[in-house]
């Protein structure tokens, strides 16, 4: 069982950067994939990246790469998601999930947090 809690959420200017956090409980979290992920109002959630259990391979939604970074600390049981450049469109709750090995389908994972806003202002 892991338990996820996000922070780092807020009102941010358009082009301004903020940091997600995720920290997990369990000692396990070494061995999981990490996920963020997004829903905006009115639409379906989003997957926005993901990194391997051990760190060495990340992915991107074409729509945040080269903005967004997905970082973990497995010492500190937490995963990051630095987000720059933040534009109106980023706006949403975020969430961080764990699963066994990347997804880019937030069906296939199995832990989820509770999510934390991000609203982006113009």
């Known amino acids: 069982q892991v338990q996820l809690v996000e922070s780092g959420g807020g009102l941010v200017q358009a082009g301004g950067s903020l940091r997600l956090s995720c920290a997990a409980s369990?000692?396990?979290?070494?061995?999981?994939?990490m996920g963020w992920f997004r829903q905006a109002p009115g639409k379906e959630r989003e997957f926005v990246a993901a990194?391997?259990?051990?760190?060495?391979?990340?992915y991107y939604a074409d729509s945040v790469k080269g903005r967004f970074t997905i970082s973990r600390d497995n010492a500190k049981n937490t995963v990051y998601l630095q987000m720059n450049s933040l534009k109106p469109e980023d706006t949403a709750v975020y969430y961080c999930?764990?699963?066994?090995?990347?997804?880019?389908?937030?069906?296939?994972?199995?832990?989820w947090g509770q999510g934390t806003q991000v609203t982006v202002s113009s």
């Open positions: 999930a764990a699963s066994n090995t990347v997804y880019y389908s937030g069906s296939l994972y199995d832990y």
């Open positions: 990194i391997s259990w051990s760190g060495g391979s990340t």
């Open positions: 369990g000692r396990t979290f070494s061995s999981y994939a």
